[in-house]
């Protein structure tokens, strides 16, 4: 996905037609095309921006694209996100991704996903003061977990 290329599309024939394109070369592609970007579609400029940051950031990494498939399929796992999981697993075997690969990088989010938990959890029961994810964004406005 050419960047400028994608810009100078918009700025000819506009944004809906252009989330239009983007929408059926997302289903050529993958064969479907994912619920968030259906309703991004609804307004085009928020697909588009969004498309052209994905693009930005697989099109500028050196990782390979099978490896970009399953770190997403892990990701998805982790947030219990199960239509993730599903796109990304359909992508990453398309990408060469194997059975064994698919079910290690399950594993591994699982993992990760569960030392998250307990970290969260302990911290609590410690006493540690405020969870970093009562912090907001590090500001030192703090709530404590107890304040909600």
Do not use: W
């Amino acid at each position: 996905m050419d960047f400028e290329k994608i810009l100078a599309r918009v700025a000819e024939r506009g944004s809906d037609a252009i989330a239009g394109e983007l929408l059926r070369e997302i289903e050529a592609e993958y064969g479907r095309v994912p619920l968030i970007f259906e309703r991004m579609s609804e307004r085009p400029e928020i697909l588009i921006s969004h498309l052209l940051y994905k693009g930005a950031v697989t099109e500028t990494t050196r990782l390979e694209p099978k490896v970009i498939e399953l770190i997403s399929l892990a990701v998805g796992a982790a947030l219990k996100c199960s239509h993730c999981v599903e796109y990304h697993m359909q992508s990453a075997m398309a990408k060469g991704a194997t059975r064994a690969e698919i079910l290690e990088v399950i594993l591994i989010a699982g993992m990760l996903a569960n030392s998250a938990v307990l970290a969260d959890a302990y911290r609590v029961v410690n006493g540690s003061g405020p969870c970093p994810s009562c912090d907001i964004n590090g500001t030192g406005l703090n709530k404590t977990c107890s304040d909600e």
